[in-house]
C-alpha cells in the first residue's frame, strides 16, 4: 500500500482531504432491525481492505506513524509519571500544569474545583502529541457505518487526545470537535497536523444543537455525531433527544461500562435500531487486534522501563510474555484508559435522518419524511477499498441490499392495500400501484 509522508499529506487535511482518495460509495438503505444493522457493518467491514490494512496492521507492517497504521499516541507524546487524575484543562502533567486541579472534570462531570493531591497517574504529554482510547474496531467501526450512511461531517464530543479526530479527518471526512477543557499538546498538534478540523472549545450539550439545528434534510443525512464527552443515558436524554432528527448516526463510547447494559436496554425498549461492537458478528475482526496492541503494552511498565520503550520505537516492544504481571497495589493508574483500550465498546445508533423506511415504533415522530430519495455521495465520504475486485464486490452487495429493501417495501405496501380493501377503502388498489410506478 502506497502511504504518503506527512508533508504531503499536510495540504490535503488541511482542506478536509483523505490519507486515500477513490471512489465514494452510494449510501445503502437504512436498516430497519438490530441484525440488519449488524450484518452490514460484518459484510462492509470485510470489503474494506484499506481500512482493514490501516487499523489491523501485522507485525511486520507495524510503525508508530499514525499516517501508516493505527496508533494510540503520535511520537510527539511522552508517558509522564505526575498527571492528574481527572481530566484538566491545559496539561494533564501537573508539574506542567500546577493549577490543573482547578478547572476539571471527574467521570464526565464538569466541577470547578478537583482535589489537588490527585495527581499521581499516568498520561501522555507533550507539545505536539495526539491520543487516544478508541481501539482499532472502534475506528473500523465508526468508518464502515459512515460509509453505510453516506456521511460526510463527523461532529464528535469530546476531544480529549485529538486522536481520533485527526483519523477521522484522515480517511476523508470533514470533522468538527468539540471539548470543554482543551489539552494543549492536541489542540497544537491538530492546528499543525489537520488544520482542516474544525475544533469548538465548550459545553457540547449546548454546542451540538447549534451545529445541526439549521442543518437541511440532505445535509442531516450526511451528518454523525460522536458521544465521547457526554455517555451513554445522560448524552441520550439531555442532547440527543433534541439531535436526533437531525443526524443519520450516533455513537455512544463505553457502552458497557457503568449503567451501559441499561442504557442499551432503553434503546431497544424505545425502538430504536443499533449496533454495538461486542455483537457476534463484529468478533472475527476484534481478533486481529493482537498486533496494533502491542503499542500499549509498554504502558504498565515500571517507569524507567515504559519511558526507553516509548521513545525507542517498535523495534523494542516487549512481548506478552516480556512482562510480569505487577502487583495490583503498586499498579500506577492511568488517566483515560489507554492502557487497557481493548476492554471498551461502543453502540452506534441509528438516527432519524439516516433515509429509508423509520424504526416502527418511532413513525409518528420524525421531523422529515423518510422516502429513500437517490442522493450522490460525497466525494471524499470514506475510505473506499483500491482494488477493482473489492470494489465490484461492494457494488454488488449495495445491489443485493438495495433490492431486498424495495422488496421489502413493496410487500409492506401490498399488505396495507389488502388491509384497505378489506375495509372496503376506496382506491385501495390504485394507491399501491401509484408507489409501484414512482419506485425504480
Request: hydrophobic letters at 40%; proline letters at 7%.
Amino acid at each position: 500500500m502506497y502511504v504518503m509522508s506527512a508533508p504531503l499529506l499536510a495540504p490535503l487535511l488541511a482542506l478536509g482531504g483523505a490519507l486515500h482518495v477513490a471512489s465514494a460509495a452510494t449510501p445503502v438503505p437504512a436498516p430497519t432491525t438490530n441484525a440488519e444493522f449488524a450484518k452490514l457493518m460484518a459484510r462492509a467491514s470485510k470489503e474494506n481492505a484499506t481500512v482493514l490494512r490501516y487499523v489491523y496492521p501485522s507485525m511486520e507492517q507495524l510503525t508508530r506513524d499514525v499516517y501508516s497504521n493505527w496508533v494510540p499516541a503520535t511520537e510527539g507524546c511522552d508517558i509522564k509519571f505526575d498527571c492528574w487524575c481527572y481530566h484538566v484543562r491545559g496539561d494533564m502533567s501537573s508539574a506542567i500544569n500546577p493549577d490543573g486541579w482547578k478547572r476539571c472534570a471527574h467521570l464526565a462531570e464538569v466541577e470547578a474545583q478537583c482535589n489537588e493531591h490527585e495527581n499521581t497517574c499516568r498520561c501522555f504529554s507533550g507539545n505536539r502529541c495526539l491520543f487516544s482510547d478508541m481501539r482499532p474496531t472502534k475506528i473500523l467501526a465508526v468508518l464502515t457505518a459512515a460509509r453505510l450512511a453516506g456521511i460526510e461531517h463527523i461532529i464528535e464530543e469530546g476531544r480529549f487526545g485529538g486522536l481520533s479526530a485527526f483519523m477521522y479527518a484522515l480517511h476523508g471526512f470533514r470533522v468538527t470537535s468539540v471539548e470543554f477543557l482543551p489539552l494543549d499538546g492536541p489542540t497544537t498538534a491538530l492546528r499543525e497536523m489537520a488544520p482542516g478540523v474544525r475544533r469548538l472549545d465548550g459545553d457540547g450539550s449546548v454546542l451540538l444543537p447549534q451545529l445541526v439545528g439549521n442543518l437541511t434534510r440532505a445535509e442531516a443525512a450526511r451528518t454523525m455525531v460522536i458521544f465521547d464527552g457526554e455517555k451513554r443515558t445522560a448524552a441520550y436524554l439531555k442532547t440527543y433527544t433534541k439531535i436526533r432528527h437531525k443526524v443519520a448516526l450516533a455513537v455512544f463510547d463505553d457502552t458497557n461500562l457503568s449503567d451501559g447494559p441499561n442504557f442499551k436496554r432503553m434503546l431497544a425498549q424505545n425502538g430504536h435500531v443499533f449496533f454495538d461492537t461486542l455483537d457476534r458478528e463484529y468478533a472475527k475482526f476484534i481478533r486481529r487486534e493482537a498486533a496494533p496492541l502491542t503499542l500499549i503494552q509498554h504502558l504498565s511498565l515500571p517507569a524507567a522501563q515504559a519511558m526507553r520503550v516509548q521513545r525507542a520505537g517498535v523495534a523494542s516492544l516487549p512481548t506478552r510474555r516480556d512482562i510480569p504481571p505487577a502487583p495490583v497495589e503498586t499498579q500506577q493508574k492511568w488517566f483515560g484508559g489507554v492502557d487497557k483500550l481493548q476492554r471498551f465498546h461502543f453502540t452506534i445508533v441509528r438516527g432519524d435522518a439516516w433515509a429509508g423506511p423509520p424504526p416502527a415504533a418511532q413513525r409518528n415522530d420524525l421531523a422529515f419524511p423518510q422516502a429513500r430519495t437517490p442522493r450522490t455521495a460525497p466525494a471524499l465520504a470514506a475510505v473506499a477499498d483500491d482494488t477493482p475486485s473489492a470494489q465490484a464486490s461492494w457494488a454488488a452487495a449495495q445491489a443485493r441490499l438495495s433490492h431486498a429493501a424495495l422488496a421489502r417495501q413493496r410487500a409492506r405496501e401490498r399488505m396495507r392495500a389488502r388491509e384497505r380493501a378489506r375495509q372496503g377503502t376506496p382506491a385501495a388498489h390504485a394507491g399501491v400501484l401509484g408507489v409501484h410506478r414512482a419506485l425504480p
